[in-house]
């Protein structure tokens, strides 16, 4: 009976550790030169589906994605994009096909993101709010 209990708080453990993880804090963030201070989930949205090619202030964007399966792609895309990943692949290849547009640029995971962002002024991303240090700016805090 105690080996039982065990397990069973083992496990419950566990699923709130996982819980907790997958429902991790993720945000918007730039360059930390970049003078723009906020941005709106339309501005985001209209970015990341490649319909705005410029900061709201005018200046040029360049959009940084997470590889797919990341749970910060999947928060990301759902609460701002309002897409899943199919919707999302379906979008791109249907607008590449036709030669009117290409997806954001496929960095990788939280600390590439951040890096990559760091390293271009244009630039914006996204990533769990952990990987934020000092050489990026939070635009947006997701819900």
Do not use: C
Not at 65 to 94: L, M, P
């Amino acid at each position: 009976m105690k080996n039982l209990n065990k397990m069973i708080v083992a496990g419950a453990l566990a699923l709130y550790v996982g819980v907790t993880t997958a429902a991790a804090d993720v945000v918007v963030i730039v360059n930390r030169d970049n003078p723009i201070a906020t941005l709106s989930k339309e501005d985001a949205k209209r970015i990341y589906l490649g319909k705005d090619k410029s900061f709201p202030n005018g200046e040029k964007v360049r959009p940084a994605d997470q590889a797919e399966g990341n749970a910060a792609r999947d928060k990301f895309y759902a609460a701002v994009v309002e897409k899943t990943d199919a919707q999302i692949k379906a979008y791109w290849s249907q607008l590449i096909f036709t030669g009117k547009g290409t997806p954001p640029d496929m960095i990788g995971g939280d600390s590439a993101v951040k890096k990559w962002v760091a390293e271009h002024k244009s630039g914006i991303g996204y990533v769990d709010a952990s990987a934020v240090d000092g050489s990026v700016k939070v635009l947006m805090r997701l819900p």
